[in-house]
């Protein structure tokens, strides 16, 4: 049974940091693209970063760039988002996502924004930044 689940969410100050993780079980780990995707208060999915483990490839919403790394831990099957200069705007249910590297081979997709782009999701963790 694969299960993403994701961790490590909760309320942060304007400016401060958190880090995500998601235990990635059920699959090999190297046979998958992996993407953390947000959805704010009333608003739609939002792709944030990917990950492709089998050749340490990242990828990273424009909004993202500089604050958030995105990293793995292979032997552990774990996902991290490091998030940094958090903003109120980062407020959001952030969801770890699944792709089989098969399913795009051969096109440029690297990360996206609706739910069937992926074959897995995670529950969701929530982070909250206000003062």
């Known amino acids: 049974e694969v299960q993403l689940v994701e961790s490590g969410g909760g309320l942060v100050q304007p400016g401060g940091s958190l880090r995500l993780s998601c235990a990635v079980s059920?699959?090999?780990?190297?046979?998958?693209?992996l993407s953390w995707v947000r959805q704010a208060p009333g608003k739609g999915l939002e792709w944030v970063s990917s990950f492709y483990n089998y050749r340490g490839y990242t990828y990273y919403a424009d909004s993202m760039k500089g604050r958030f790394t995105i990293s793995a831990d292979d032997a552990k099957n774990i996902l991290y988002l490091q998030m940094n200069s958090l903003k109120v705007d980062d407020t959001a249910v952030y969801f770890c996502?699944?792709?089989?590297?098969?399913?795009?081979?051969?096109?440029?997709?690297?990360?996206?924004?609706?739910?069937?782009?992926?074959?897995?999701w995670g529950q969701g963790t929530q982070v909250n930044v206000s003062s």
């Open positions: 059920g699959f090999t780990f190297n046979d998958y693209a």
């Open positions: 996502a699944a792709v089989h590297l098969g399913r795009y081979h051969g096109t440029d997709w690297y990360g996206g924004s609706r739910r069937d782009e992926y074959d897995y």
